[in-house]
């Protein structure tokens, strides 16, 4: 009973110690958009030959804005990823897919990036850097491309590509910082070149403004990452109440499901071992009453005969105490070697049925632990005993030594 009492504990803090973990190192997003859905945002529209068209007048995501979400305090890195950059390879050769129409009219798309370490698929596992670095928000005409891409052409990082831009009709020169992988055996048999993940990259925001002229920065959308999921309404109200910020036409959206993921199984774990250390004090209780009654019981002639030659009730408890108490010191010393020796692999096997998408809990024996175990066993025990020995104390020993004849 000890032991299964001590691992529980020890998992339980295990658990709470790994939720406490997870609310400062596991961050969440806020995100944060222009309100386009807003008709109100819209002018009265303008009529011409295909129609009437409407210009979006409400406010834009700038660098000041930008520069005021960053120095909240908790907001630990923000990114942005505008409209996709299609282009056309010049020195280099993309996957072919199932129909292809000459090289200017067959582009792959490049994501447009702030930081490309923060782009879902990186932060999800589904690709991985393999060699170089992601881009930084200072980075200028820098590129990440494929394996797979790179393999086909010899290419590496620090050499150059040029690609053909359909939209402005220019050429553009990039570097490559970054060689990821992850695509590998990905839509092979696309029908569009572009549709297959190997030939897809990314580029950095400040070469796409050049490409399109752009002097100043106006963005749709921004990710602002926090350091804890568990402040992550706090800090959003602080962004809100930005001068740089309030009254603007922005909306804002919360995700936590990173922390959730992991929280919530460690939440419903604990609250599983403690619900299991109650039962197990209640269960172990009874059970240890139960034999002591059955055994005080089988001592009746003995404690009769004590009485008989003078000894007093009470030292008859002390003894029956003693006995139990010396027998649970060896109980108790074995249940901590039992302990030490189960709790990672009961802890590890609980964690795989409730909280599977929890890694590295590290189930330790606390000495408070300890001290409540072996505390509320004594407890029991002194309990357990006099409860037991009230059937044999509350006789004569005339009475005793009739019984048992």
Same mark, same amino acid.
């Given at each position: ?63 000041? @804005? ?34 292809? $129409? ?11 990036? $702030? ?45 150059? %590509? ?116 109650? @039962? ?45 108490? $010396? %027998? ?34 590290? @189930? ?28 044999? %104390? ?12």
């Amino acid at each position: 009973m000890a032991s299964a009492a001590l691992i529980a504990l020890s998992v339980g803090h295990a658990a709470a110690e790994g939720t406490d973990e997870v609310k400062q190192t596991v961050g969440a997003s806020i995100h944060m958009e222009t309100d386009s859905d807003n008709q109100e945002n819209y002018d009265s529209g303008t009529r011409d030959e295909y129609g009437f068209s409407y210009e979006y007048n409400g406010d834009f995501i700038t660098q000041e @804005v930008i520069d005021a979400v960053s120095k909240v305090d908790g907001v630990v890195a923000y990114s942005a990823e505008s409209s996709d950059y299609w282009g056309s390879a010049i020195d280099f050769e993309y996957f072919p897919g199932a129909f292809n $129409f000459g090289d200017s009219y067959n582009p792959s798309s490049y994501t447009v990036t $702030f930081n490309s370490a923060l782009n879902r698929k990186f932060m999800d596992g589904t690709y991985t850097l393999m060699e170089g670095r992601h881009i930084q928000e200072d980075d200028s005409f820098a590129v990440m491309i494929s394996k797979e891409l790179a393999d086909k052409n010899d290419l590496s990082v620090g050499d150059h %590509i040029s690609m053909y831009d359909l939209d402005t009709d220019s050429e553009n020169t990039f570097e490559i910082v970054g060689i990821f992988s992850g695509t590998e055996g990905m839509s092979k048999d696309a029908m569009m070149s572009n549709q297959i993940p190997a030939n897809q990259g990314y580029i950095d925001m400040n070469s796409y403004q050049k490409i399109w002229n752009e002097t100043v920065l106006e963005l749709g959308s921004l990710e602002i990452y926090v350091d804890s999921a568990a402040n992550v309404e706090d800090i959003l109200k602080t962004i809100q109440n930005l001068p740089e910020i309030k009254g603007k036409t922005f909306t804002f959206s919360t995700d936590t499901a990173d922390f959730d993921l992991i929280s919530n199984p460690l939440s419903s774990l604990q609250k599983m071992v403690n619900t299991a250390v109650t @039962v197990i004090a209640i269960t172990g209780a009874a059970i240890i009453t139960l034999l002591l009654i059955l055994w005080t019981r089988g001592r009746k002639k003995e404690a009769g005969i004590l009485m008989a030659v003078g000894r007093s009730k009470v030292e008859i408890v002390l003894q029956f105490l003693s006995e139990n108490l $010396f %027998i649970a010191i060896p109980a108790a010393a074995a249940s901590f070697g039992l302990s030490a020796l189960l709790a990672d692999q009961v802890g590890a096997f609980l964690v795989s049925q409730t909280a599977s998408d929890v890694h590295g809990l590290s @189930v330790v024996i606390h000495s408070a632990d300890m001290a409540a175990v072996y505390g509320i066993g004594a407890l029991i025990l002194i309990l357990a005993v006099l409860a037991a020995s009230v059937a044999v %104390i509350r006789l004569k020993p005339k009475a005793i030594l009739t019984q048992m004849d």
